[in-house]
């Protein structure tokens, strides 16, 4: 079974600082895709940025990047230019490529507090 | 843009009702899954549903609980006798499945008294 790991409970960071959150993942599959999801207070589901492992290059969507490390089985958030409405739950998640019912598989979490 | 909608946003009831949880999913999309979230925890599966069946379901999803489509664009979530533990956000997902991305909606949070 595939699990997910986030090791950060907490981060805090500065308004327009950067800070990278932490993930590692364990899986035997070489075909998988990697989420970073978005949890504000209201507690909606909001996907921040998607990584599909047969891509070597990291996915990026504007102030959010990824550094993607398969053989590490290691998938970091970095934010840049940190800005209030960053504050907020953040999941990683993992979900296999194989099968399109297959369930995606979260992290425990790490809350985003950013600092005016 | 096509969205998941669930309703209601916040159900309340006691201890042993039977409640049912609604969601749209995007209309052309053809696998739903029901995940729960416990205040302060992960979110954990639950199930997913394909052509009319099940097509994997968690440990967590026991007898109490059920799924249905009911007809072309609904698709629910029963608990039968609901627990103090129950208590949780519920999100609903859709996919058109294969490679593409699951949506989530804006979840229902039941409250168990």
């Known amino acids: 079974a595939q699990t997910v790991t986030q090791s950060q409970p907490e981060m805090s960071v500065q308004e327009a600082e950067t800070v990278t959150l932490s993930c590692t993942y364990d899986t035997s599959e070489s075909d998988y895709y990697l989420f970073w999801y978005k949890q504000p207070p209201s507690r909606q589901m909001i996907l921040v940025i998607r990584q599909e492992a047969y891509k070597q290059q990291n996915a990026t969507e504007n102030r959010f990047s990824v550094n993607f490390q398969k053989a590490a089985k290691s998938f970091s958030l970095k934010i840049s230019d940190s800005q209030l409405g960053d504050a907020a739950m953040y999941f990683c998640a993992y979900r296999s490529a194989w099968g399109g019912y297959q369930k995606v598989t979260f992290g425990t979490g790490t809350k985003l507090q950013v600092i005016p | 843009e096509p969205e998941v909608t669930q309703t209601p946003s916040h159900q309340v009831t006691q201890m042993g009702q039977e409640v049912i949880l609604r969601c749209v999913p995007i209309?052309?999309?053809?696998?739903f899954y029901w995940y729960r979230q416990i205040l302060g925890q992960k979110v954990e599966f639950l199930v997913s549903?394909?052509?009319?069946?099940?097509?994997?379901k968690s440990e967590i999803f026991d007898d109490q609980f059920s799924v249905e489509r009911p007809d072309g664009s609904n698709f629910t979530l029963k608990i039968r006798s609901t627990k103090l533990e129950d208590s949780a956000m519920y999100f609903c997902a859709s996919t058109e499945g294969g490679r593409n991305e699951q949506f989530f909606g804006p979840g229902t949070r039941l409250t168990v008294l």
């Open positions: 549903f394909y052509n009319n069946e099940i097509s994997e």
């Open positions: 209309s052309n999309h053809l696998y």
